[in-house]
């Protein structure tokens, strides 16, 4: 029988008593979905690794005005977008996340062929250079829903907003990105997997 990994609250209650082991579990458990989070509101893979490791410590050390109550996941990730974007900022950086991604992609599991690796390759920098177009608070939104499969109430959280803001708000951003997808002959629906 496997044994099974004992919930976020439980482990930040522990890590809170001082239990490494269990704040090392909920590194290990988010550290890929944090990474993401830094990469996109960096725009570089080394940037992104040293944003998530701060943010981690930082959270770490605030563990103690966590709400118990509260999810850790959106908490967590709150903090990691706000240290990448800072980091961002200080370093002056105002590089385009479509140009960084689409030349510098997150690893994935699985190789695809060469053929489909190349189509999937050209649709991801069509998207990603739509996506480029958009102002930053909506190419956030999108990210966050759709590249990194936040549910609403988890983009709300990470964003500081209400979870009916993030409604309106991906609303909007999808009509906006919806012509520059169909001027690059793709479908929207179809290359955010809705």
């Known amino acids: 029988m496997i044994a099974q990994s004992p919930p976020d609250?439980?482990?930040?209650?522990?890590?809170?008593?001082?239990?490494?082991?269990?704040?090392?579990?909920?590194?290990r458990r988010y550290q890929d979905v944090a990474f993401r989070v830094a990469y996109f509101n960096?725009?570089?893979?080394?940037?992104?690794?040293?944003?998530?490791?701060?943010?981690?410590?930082?959270?770490?050390?605030?563990?103690?005005?966590?709400?118990?109550?509260?999810p850790f996941r959106p908490w967590l990730l709150r903090i990691v977008a706000n240290e990448a974007r800072n980091r961002r900022r200080s370093a002056g950086r105002r590089?385009?996340?479509?140009?960084?991604?689409?030349?510098?992609?997150?690893?994935?599991?699985?190789?695809?062929?060469?053929?489909?690796?190349?189509?999937?390759?050209e649709r991801r920098a069509a998207v990603l250079a739509a996506l480029g177009e958009l102002r930053e608070r909506d190419r956030r939104i999108i990210e966050y829903r759709y590249?990194?499969?936040?549910?609403?109430?988890?983009?709300?959280?990470?964003?500081?907003v209400a979870k009916g803001t993030v409604k309106s708000r991906l609303s909007r951003a999808l009509t906006r990105l919806r012509p520059l997808i169909e001027e690059r002959g793709l479908a929207l629906d179809e290359d955010l997997g809705r």
């Open 9 to 27: 609250h439980e482990l930040v209650e522990e890590a809170r008593r001082g239990d490494p082991a269990a704040y090392a579990e909920l590194v």
């Open 42 to 70: 960096s725009g570089s893979s080394a940037d992104a690794a040293d944003a998530a490791q701060d943010a981690f410590v930082k959270a770490y050390y605030a563990l103690p005005r966590f709400r118990a109550e509260a």
């Open 95 to 121: 590089e385009r996340l479509a140009e960084r991604a689409a030349t510098d992609p997150v690893a994935r599991d699985v190789a695809p062929s060469p053929e489909t690796g190349v189509i999937a390759g």
């Open 147 to 160: 590249f990194l499969g936040l549910s609403e109430a988890e983009t709300a959280e990470v964003l500081g």
